[in-house]
């Protein structure tokens, strides 16, 4: 993601991070190489299929990678952001400090 | 909760100031969450050691096995801590886990050196091994803890 010189920084939020839930579940897997399913769910405090859905998108649009694997007979899935999902949150975070520090902006 | 975005332009200071207070503390809670289990078996690895380094210089015969059998018992917990748990990872854990094992392995072996000395074999080079595990792992638990 680049950042064009005087561009305002609203613009350079990210959409998909517009959306409560998918900025939370950002805001988890930034601090972590890898959340599980059921810590991420409960972090953010939400239902498996709210979750599930939200995920989908932000897999969609390459931010995170979803890994599924088997621990014995159960299934494990985990979620981690994909490097071009941490330089899109860090672009996101950069944008919404200069917001919150200049409140002429945005 | 509405799959509606709202327009990045309608982001005021005041609501950019709450969703990165937001972010701080969503942050903070899932690398709490995923750090427990490592902090769990590195005391119980430490405890479990150290205990053993005491057992293995102030104990002999029939109680020096039982001792030794209480350590692998709890060592494989502190194992299955890990194995069973230990399902989310803080960011750079990996790195971090392969330093905190290395250190507490050497700690390891310069306590069973002190304990199977001459000097080792009394109260004192006993509490003095036992020590140097206890300060490695425990510093090991902390620093993950604060990660």
New interface residues.
Partial sequence: MTTVPGEPAWQRLVPQFAHPLRFSIIAALAGADSLDFRDLRNGVQTSDSTLSKQLKVLEDAGLIAIRKSFVGKYPRTSARLSDAGRTAWRTHLQALREIAGSPDEG | ?S?D?????S???A???E??A???A??????A??SWPAVAALLGLGAATSMGTMAMALTTGAAYLACMLAMFVWLGVSLACVIGFG????????RRWGGYIALWAAAYAVAIAIATSPQGRGVVGACAAAALILVVTVGCAWREARA
């Fill in positions: 909760m799959d975005e709202p327009l990045p332009e982001f005021d200071a609501q950019a100031r969703w990165l937001r972010a701080d969503v942050g903070a809670a899932a690398a969450s995923a399902r989310s990872h803080k960011l750079g854990f990996r």
